[in-house]
C-alpha cells in the first residue's frame, strides 16, 4: 500500500535540525508505532442474537456503505473517510477531513 505523500514545510526542516535534548525526544516519538482503527458502522445487539450468530450471519449496521467512515488512536478521532479499493483489490481509507483538536478535555 502507498505511502501518504506529506509536504514538509521550512519550519518543520529547521525544527529536525534542532540539537538540543527536547527536539531529540520530541523527534524520537514520531517513529513510535500506533494502531490506527477504522469504525465502519455499529450495531446493538442482544447476548442471546450473539449467541445465536453462526458462520454466514449477516449483521446489518447502522451505516451505509457510501457513508463516511471514522479514523480513531485510542479511542480518539483523528480524521473521517471514505472507503476505497486498493490497487492491490483490498480495502483503504481516502481521507477526506482531519479533525480538530482531538479530545483535548478528556486526557
Known amino acids: 500500500m ?42 446493538r445487539l442482544s447476548v442471546s442474537e450473539i449467541l445465536d450468530l453462526r458462520p454466514d450471519s449477516v449483521v446489518a449496521l447502522t451505516s ?6 471514522s479514523l480513531t488512536v485510542d479511542d480518539r478521532l483523528i480524521a473521517k473517510g471514505e472507503l476505497v479499493e486498493t490497487e492491490e483489490g483490498g480495502l483503504g481509507v481516502r481521507i477526506t477531513e482531519i479533525a480538530e483538536e482531538p479530545d483535548a478535555d478528556h486526557g
Do not use: C, H, M, Y
Not at 18 to 35: A, H, L, Q, Y
Not at 64 to 69: N, T
Open 2 to 43: 502507498a505511502n501518504p505523500e506529506v509536504a514538509s514545510s521550512d519550519e518543520e526542516i529547521l525544527d529536525r535540525r534542532d540539537p538540543s535534548v527536547e527536539n531529540k525526544v520530541r523527534r524520537s516519538i514520531f517513529g513510535v508505532p500506533v494502531t490506527i482503527t477504522v469504525s465502519i458502522g455499529q450495531k
Open 64 to 69: 451505509r456503505i457510501e457513508d463516511p467512515v
